[in-house]
């Protein structure tokens, strides 16, 4: 009989431990949540979002407002929201115990700013994925300019890579080749200013020092890539010094294996710097 009474007292021990945490959490669901701590990881000098920015965003789409409880905040599409915007790379919200709650962030990095032929510009960012363009930020990044049919709503450059169609029309692709190298050389980095894509279906770049445009014809691969720019490097650092910057008004790159130079005219060894 006793032991039947301990099991009892036990059943309604438990059930009373049940019913008091339910009320706590219901109560904790009622009571309204704190301003979320807001998180924004930046790769680089380029933050093309701030704290207070996604916290008025998530304001102006009613997913954060005044009075909010936990039972209201919607985590699901919070994150969603916050993963939808073509700046952001990877996003995650965390509810703590009691009224505090978190929001992670982790922002693109953009490689190269596109000025397209229909007047549209955006940005690539370093994995090939195409970011709108910021009223409130600007990026220190290679300008990538001339008859360019990619738009802002195209494929990303994986999607391309893949398929063969896409690769015969749109040029995305060389243009994230081009800018990917230039973003992480130093020397090009401080060297190239803007990438044109011209009528004749070449990519010339166009050197912060020096008035010669570099005529780097196609990047089809990323082997074509690293070859033209090492050759671009051989000469920089070989024939510049004894030639000077002023010889030279084009400089060739797209042959297998040479470099095409013409000098400017009515060059003499007089304009030599």
């Not at 309604?12 to 339910?22: C, D, S």
């Not at 409880?69 to 929201?81: C, D, F, P």
């Not at 996003?91 to 700013?113: C, E, H, L, Q």
């Not at 070989?238 to 040479?258: H, V």
Request: hydrophobic share 40%; charged share 30%; aromatic share 10%.
């Amino acid at each position: 009989m006793k032991k039947w009474l301990i099991r009892i007292a036990w059943v309604i021990f438990v059930g009373i431990i049940i019913a008091l945490l339910f009320l706590a959490r219901n109560a904790q669901e009622k009571k309204p949540v704190s301003k979320p701590a807001i998180i924004i990881h930046v790769e680089g000098e380029n933050a093309f979002l701030t704290e207070d920015e996604l916290f008025v965003r998530l304001k102006r789409k009613r997913l954060i407002f005044d009075g909010q409880t936990k039972k209201q905040l919607n985590v699901a599409a919070i994150e969603k929201y916050i993963h939808s915007m073509s700046e952001v790379k990877e996003t995650k919200v965390f509810t703590n115990i009691g009224d505090t709650w978190k929001i992670d962030v982790k922002v693109r990095k953009p490689i190269a700013r596109i000025f397209n032929r229909y007047g549209e510009t955006y940005y690539l960012d370093e994995e090939g994925v195409i970011m709108k363009a910021s009223n409130l930020h600007t990026a220190r990044v290679v300008v990538v300019t001339g008859n360019i049919k990619d738009r802002i709503t195209s494929k990303n450059v994986k999607e391309i890579i893949n398929n063969k169609f896409l690769k015969s029309i749109q040029k995305l692709d060389e243009i994230y080749r081009i800018s990917y190298y230039v973003c992480n050389d130093p020397l090009m980095r401080a060297l190239i200013g803007q990438i044109h894509f011209d009528k004749k279906g070449d990519f010339v770049l166009i050197p912060i020092v020096g008035g010669q445009k570099i005529i780097f014809g196609s990047a089809k691969t990323t082997e074509d890539v690293q070859e033209k720019f090492e050759k671009l490097k051989i000469f920089y650092k070989e024939a510049i010094p004894f030639e000077g910057w002023n010889k030279y008004k084009e400089i060739g790159l797209k042959y297998k294996n040479q470099i095409v130079c013409k000098t400017v005219d009515g060059y003499t060894e007089e304009n030599k710097q």
